[in-house]
């Protein structure tokens, strides 16, 4: 079990420009999270993944946005034309199908700073 | 949707007792979990509970009360590293859904 692992760990990049962040689960779990926390705030759900398929995206989720496990193993979150506002720590996590006590386990997230 | 309210700081001395509180709506319930995240890192799991009462694991405890949608995190003999935020989080409204957290209890323990 080497967890949950994420990179770039940071990134800034310039308002307008796109940004790729990578997801590379506990091999074993075919449940994969996107959340995005900003400072003094809980992990706001952004989108998941059951195998390949994507199925659930939050309604906050802008079309900026976008994620993809094209093999149900890693995955991808792309933003596009970022904004300021779009400076988070983008978190990813993963669980098997049916987790004991709702269990997930967080990588240690992906810092963005928007200029 | 879902809500969860938490008080959003609470302070304490090494070696005391402190509880905090979540209250939640959702549409469906399928257990109250807690999770912990120092500065800098990951949130955790800590504890979860599916039934009312209390579920204890060391010097955490967990409690749950279904017919008031209300859950408590209890730390006991209180140490500096437990300085951290701490999240209530339920699921979605099925099984299966994503978790869904409050914004988070910032407990400062001081000597």
């Known amino acids: 079990d080497t967890g949950v692992s994420q990179n770039p760990r940071h990134k800034i990049t310039k308002r307008g420009q796109n940004v790729t962040f990578r997801c590379d689960p506990i091999?074993?779990?075919?449940?994969l999270y996107w959340y995005r926390q900003t400072l003094g705030q809980g992990p706001e759900f952004l989108t998941y993944f059951q195998n390949e398929a994507q199925l659930e995206k939050s309604r906050l989720l802008s079309d900026r946005f976008s994620a993809e496990r094209p093999k149900g193993s890693f995955s991808t979150l792309e933003i596009q034309r970022t904004e300021q506002g779009d400076s988070a720590m983008y978190l990813c996590?993963?669980?098997?199908?049916?987790?004991?006590?709702?269990?997930?386990?967080f990588g240690e997230g992906s810092w963005l700073t928007v200029v | 949707g879902q809500s969860l309210e938490q008080p959003s700081e609470v302070t304490a001395v090494e070696g005391a007792i402190v509880q905090i509180n979540c209250t939640y709506q959702t549409s469906g319930f399928y257990g109250l979990s807690w999770y912990q995240q120092h500065d800098g890192g990951a949130p955790t799991f800590l504890s979860y509970?599916?039934?009312?009462g209390l579920e204890e694991t060391g010097r955490f405890s967990s409690f749950l009360s279904r017919s008031d949608s209300y859950g408590y995190l209890l730390l006991q003999e209180l140490q500096m590293k437990d300085s951290a935020s701490y999240f209530c989080a339920v699921r979605g409204n099925q099984a299966g859904t994503a978790l869904i957290f409050g914004k988070g209890t910032t407990l400062s323990v001081s000597s």
């Open positions: 091999s074993e779990h075919n449940r």
């Open positions: 996590a993963s669980s098997r199908t049916l987790s004991s006590g709702n269990t997930i386990y």
């Open positions: 509970n599916a039934l009312d």
